[in-house]
Nanobody
Framework: QALPVESGGGLVQAGGSLRLSCTTAGLVSTGWFRQYPGSEREFVAG???????DYADSVKNRFTISRDNAKNTLALKMNDLKPEDSAVYYC???????????WGRGTQVTVSS
C-alpha cells in the first residue's frame, strides 16, 4: 500500500494562508495531524469514509478539510495562520483498521510573527 504523500507546506506570515495536499487511496477515513518538536502528534481535522468532518477546536473556523474521491486527494486549507500553527503536518488514513494506521512523511509549516 502506497504511503500518503503531503505537499504544500512552507513559510508564511501570521494571518496568511497555506493549502496542504495529500495523495490518498480509496474511500477511507483520512485526516491531518500536526506535531510540535518534542510532542505527540495531535489531531487537526478529519473526514471519514462517508464524508463526515471534524476539527480540533484550535483550528475551527480557520482550517477547512476537503477530499476529492475521484482524484484520491485530501486537502487542508489553512487561513488566518498563527505562529502556534507552526508544526510538521501529517496526512493519515485508516487503511487497515478503525484507527489511523497509514502516515505520510510530513510537511513543515512555519508561521512567522
Amino acid at each position: 500500500q502506497a504511503l500518503p504523500v503531503e505537499s504544500g507546506g512552507g513559510l508564511v506570515q501570521a494571518g496568511g494562508s497555506l493549502r496542504l495536499s495529500c495523495t490518498t487511496a480509496g474511500l477511507v477515513s483520512t485526516g491531518w495531524f500536526r506535531q510540535y518538536p518534542g510532542s505527540e502528534r495531535e489531531f487537526v481535522a478529519g473526514i471519514n469514509w462517508s464524508g463526515s468532518i471534524d476539527y480540533a477546536d484550535s483550528v475551527k473556523n480557520r482550517f477547512t478539510i476537503s477530499r476529492d474521491n475521484a482524484k484520491n486527494t485530501l486537502a487542508l486549507k489553512m487561513n488566518d495562520l498563527k505562529p502556534e500553527d507552526s508544526a510538521v503536518y501529517y496526512c493519515a488514513a485508516m487503511m487497515r483498521s478503525n484507527d489511523y494506521d497509514t502516515w505520510g512523511r510530513g510537511t513543515q509549516v512555519t508561521v512567522s510573527s
